[in-house]
């Protein structure tokens, strides 16, 4: 679809310019500074290189069970430092790997297990990392904006507790409908699937050859996962958050 020359090259080096530019005119950070723009220009850049090496690398890791388990916890570690640390700035953050294991843990077994997924690193490798990609995104969107709600309304927790409940039904109540809303790309994403987007699973099967039926086949398989995965992960780092596993600042 795309032909790997420079004039690809040069089509995202202005893209990603453009994106730096108007993330740093327009202070798209949390401080109203312009110091995000560096940071999409260094995602850009490592996207580039790790996807550069991944591509060099598939072929020994699908040959070899030892180096796709090695490959897939390289994975996983990654994306429980990355979530972990978007959470949270303090030594809590390890905790995120709860909520990212328990998601995409059983899905994959059951995807084993029933042999719908071989496994293979051809196969395995992408259905994992889609599904450790949408358990990191839902859980940092659940834990951080739990953890903010939690800031914002101390009055209400502390005033639930005087009331007699518990410290983690105080927080339950305060926290669990701003955490919720990390569930809501996943649910547009699928609710709005065939009608204003064509997902990169439906259009790289057709792009491969596949049928239009068993692209859709694919595709509904990958969003009902995700959908499955990204419930358990906002239920948990809910659940961390209410016990006080996962925190802000000093321990509460």
Do not use: C
Not at 32 to 59: C, D, E, K, P
Not at 75 to 93: E, F, L, Q
Not at 207 to 229: E, Y
Not at 241 to 247: D, I, K, M, P
Request: proline share 4%; no cysteine.
């Amino acid at each position: 679809m795309l032909p790997a020359n420079a004039t690809l090259g040069a089509v995202l080096a202005v893209l990603l310019a453009v994106a730096v530019t108007v993330v740093s005119y327009a202070r798209l950070s949390g401080d109203g500074g312009r110091g995000q723009g560096r940071a999409v220009a260094t995602a850009g850049v490592r996207a580039a290189l790790q996807l550069a090496a991944v591509a060099l690398l598939i072929g020994w890791v699908a040959r070899s069970g030892w180096l796709l388990l090695a490959f897939l916890a390289l994975m996983y570690a990654v994306a429980v430092r990355t979530a972990g640390r978007r959470i949270t700035d303090n030594g809590s953050w390890w905790w995120a790997a709860l909520p990212i294991g328990a998601g995409v843990a059983p899905v994959v077994a059951a995807l084993l297990l029933t042999g719908l997924v071989p496994a293979v690193g051809i196969t395995l490798v992408p259905v994992t990392g889609i599904l450790i990609g949408g358990a990191l995104t839902a859980s940092v969107l659940g834990g951080r904006r739990a953890l903010d709600e939690l800031a914002l309304r101390r009055g209400e927790v502390e005033a639930g507790m005087a009331l007699g409940l518990l410290d983690r039904e105080a927080r339950l109540e305060v926290a669990r409908p701003a955490a919720s809303d990390a569930l809501l790309p996943g649910l547009d994403q699928t609710r709005t699937v065939g009608l204003v987007t064509l997902p990169g699973a439906f259009v790289g099967m057709l792009l491969g050859g596949a049928s239009p039926l068993l692209a859709g086949v694919v595709q509904l398989f990958v969003l009902v996962a995700l959908l499955a995965v990204q419930a358990v992960a906002v239920a948990v780092v809910l659940e961390l958050v209410a016990r006080g596993r996962l925190y802000r600042g000093v321990a509460p």
